[in-house]
Each structure stands twice: as C-alpha cells, then as structure tokens.
C-alpha cells in the first residue's frame, strides 16, 4: 500500500510558477508510475502528466505541453511538477497517483493523495 502527499500548492498570480511535490510512503514506489492529475470546480478531474518508473519516460496534456515539468528522485520517494507560466485556468486541485505497473499512463491509477489547491489569480 502506498500513501501519497501532495504539497506546494498556493495562490500565486498569472505569470509565476509553482512546484508541487508528492511524497511516497510504504509499498514499493521506486517501481511505481506516477501521475498528476487535476480538477477545477465543477468539473471533472483530468490527466495533467505522468512518468514512469525510472523517470525516463514522461507524458503530458496537451494543455500543459511547454509549462509544466514532471520529475521524479526516488531516493527521496518524491515526484515533482513543475509548473510555469501559469494561467487562470490551471486553477484547480491538484492530485498525485501512483499506480502498481511501472509504464506511465493516462489512467489506471491505483492509490490517491488528497491533493493539494492551486488558485491562479489575473
């Protein structure tokens, strides 16, 4: 069983960056791909990126291509986004996954953080 534990979220204007990280704990997570994913209010939550076990292999929305940076330092158990030039619209709630399979994916994720908010203002 893995537990997960984002940080980093805040209120930072359009224009700046942010980095969240999401640290891993019990379970295996040096074999794990890893994924953020968000949802803004009354929406639903979507894909944001993903990596893979080694961190070799990396996948990203299309709206986030440019911006945001998924990373990974397994001796600290720890995945990180990157996130710059941020606009109004990635305000949201930003979670980390972890799911058992080590190829990184859009979904499929098998553990959940709590998530941690991003609020953008113009």
């Known amino acids: 069983q893995v537990q997960l534990v984002e940080s980093g979220g805040g209120l930072v204007q359009a224009g700046d960056s942010l980095t969240l990280s999401c640290a891993a704990s019990?379970?295996?997570?040096?074999?794990?791909?890893v994924g953020w994913f968000r949802q803004a209010p009354g929406k639903e939550r979507e894909f944001v990126a993903t990596?893979?076990?080694?961190?070799?292999?990396?996948s990203y929305a299309e709206f986030v291509k440019g911006r945001f940076t998924i990373s990974r330092d397994n001796l600290k158990n720890t995945v990180y986004l990157q996130m710059n030039s941020l606009k109004p619209e990635d305000t949201a709630v930003y979670y980390c996954?972890?799911?058992?399979?080590?190829?990184?994916?859009?979904?499929?994720?098998?553990?959940w953080g709590q998530g941690t908010q991003v609020t953008v203002s113009s």
């Open positions: 019990g379970g295996t997570f040096r074999r794990n791909a």
């Open positions: 996954a972890a799911r058992v399979s080590s190829s990184y994916s859009t979904s499929g994720y098998d553990y």
């Open positions: 990596i893979d076990w080694s961190g070799a292999g990396t």
